[in-house]
């Protein structure tokens, strides 16, 4: 794709009035010497020693309960690569801004300078007592997955890779109602995906779990088709080896009913699009850079339905729909863990937010006179203001439901959606 036509814009955004995205407010009376001596020396002694007595009542006294650590090593900042910790706070402290508009969670951006797992997780596992959950983001494959499973194992709080988890989410709401407007199902797909790392991985591995097959799935990475004479495979792409005879990304697409890009920029041409079987649906999902621009592949194609992980282009793909809410139901419930089930009640509920009526809030966002399920509008818009109503709820259900939660479903929740709907 061309340079970004608004890079001015996008560092002024950036640069002022004041440098960052981000500042921590007040949130008790503080203008008197007694609110000073509550907030500080000595009332805050008396909290101190309820939590010292009773650790539960750090939810009571503090901010924990609704605080997220947003903790990244830098190593996959986006489709960019590893432009190290310092680069990635950009990114980070914009999931914050998203947690905090979009489900009122309070974030601390964490930016680790540590090049191997053992110092990262020894660093997250410290800080953990902090925060109510923990959101790792933009950590490269492999170290990605024993990152995260050394953490869920340590901490007693949600511990959750957005890359991974929060992607495969909406990736699994989009393609379901992509694959209902096509006429075709998910037990049925063949599914490419171009990209074995975090987000490509957990994508096909929740995909499964929600009926595709593991027969239908080819997964790529730099090297090409992941088959099963390969013997350079990690244990996570080795899951995915096929007894297969294609070899490229071209000898995959010819029969691809779904290509799935979660790899980097520019790496699928207008021939491989126009060598799909009839009715296909590509969602091109590196950011800010898509493996194809729309313009390219729906030019060559009548009957695709496109998606990216931009704001800019119609069936934004991206995990802004989901770590938010998520968060805020696990929270709410105070989950333990984030699980499969979980996972699953969100993308169901997702997919069926899909096929409601927009609002007008939504279409005074997106500067439309109209938009409705269809090719141009598989998946809710992230200004959709009852996202933070439908996915908390299915999120806190099953959490209820799977015994991960410490508290039972709010009261003040709206009843959950259940019903899934479309090819299931
Ligand atoms: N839209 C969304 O919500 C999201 C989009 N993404 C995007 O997905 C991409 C990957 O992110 P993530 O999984 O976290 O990163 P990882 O570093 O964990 O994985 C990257 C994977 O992409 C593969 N890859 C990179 N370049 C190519 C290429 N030219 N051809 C084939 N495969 C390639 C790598 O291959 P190898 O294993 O051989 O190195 C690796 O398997 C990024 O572009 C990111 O922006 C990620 C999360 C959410
Ligand atoms: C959206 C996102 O998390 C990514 O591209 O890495
Ligand atoms: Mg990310």
């Known amino acids: 794709m061309a340079e970004y036509s608004r890079k001015q814009e996008a ?210 990475d730099r090297k090409g088709v992941i088959h099963s004479d390969r013997d350079d495979l990690t244990p996570q792409k080795a899951e995915f080896a096929t007894k297969t005879n294609l070899r490229t990304v071209d000898d995959a697409m010819r029969n691809a009913d779904v290509f799935i890009g979660l790899s980097g920029p520019d790496t699928v041409t207008q021939d491989m699009i126009r060598a799909m079987p009839p009715r296909p649906v590509v969602f091109a999902l590196s950011n800010p850079n898509p493996e194809i621009s729309p313009e390219l592949a729906m030019a060559v194609r009548d009957d695709l339905i496109m998606a990216t992980g931009r704001s800019d282009y119609p069936n934004q793909i991206n995990n802004v729909l989901g770590f938010p809410y998520i968060f805020r139901g696990a929270l709410d419930v105070r989950a333990r863990r984030i699980n499969t089930q979980m996972h699953i009640a969100a993308a169901n509920a997702l997919q069926a937010l899909a096929r409601e009526p927009v609002p007008a809030s939504v279409l005074e966002a997106h500067d439309q006179t109209s938009m409705a399920f269809g090719p141009e509008y598989i998946i809710p818009s992230p200004f959709d203001p009852r996202l933070i109503d439908f996915i908390p709820a299915a999120v806190a259900a099953a959490a209820v439901e799977t015994g991960v939660a410490r508290t039972g479903y709010p009261k003040h929740y709206p009843q959950p959606v259940t019903a899934t709907t479309g090819s299931d």
């Open 11 to 220: 560092l002024d955004y950036h640069a002022f009035p004041q440098p960052g995205k981000l500042a921590i407010s007040v949130t008790k009376p503080f203008t008197t010497y007694e609110e000073l001596s509550l907030a500080y020396s000595p009332g805050v002694a008396e909290p101190v020693k309820a939590i010292a007595a009773n650790p539960e009542d750090a939810f009571r006294y503090t901010s924990k309960g609704n605080l997220i650590a947003v903790i990244t090593n830098g190593t996959a900042v986006l489709g960019l690569g590893n432009t190290g910790a310092l680069a990635s706070k950009p990114v980070m402290e914009g999931k914050a801004v998203l947690f905090k508009k979009f489900a009122d969670v309070n974030v601390f951006d964490i930016e680790v300078d540590a090049d191997n797992p053992d110092d990262f997780v020894d660093t997250v596992a410290r800080i953990a007592p902090t925060f109510g959950g923990i959101n790792l983001e933009d950590i490269a494959a492999p170290h990605c997955f024993e990152i995260e499973t050394r953490l869920i194992e340590k901490l007693d709080i949600p511990v959750f890779h957005d890359d991974q988890h929060g992607t495969a989410i909406i990736v699994a709401a989009g393609l379901k109602n992509a694959l209902d407007l096509q006429g075709k199902r998910l037990e049925d797909a063949v599914i490419v995906c171009m990209g074995a790392g975090a987000a490509g991985v957990a994508s096909m591995k929740l995909l499964l779990e929600m009926g595709a097959k593991l027969d239908n799935v080819f997964m790529l």
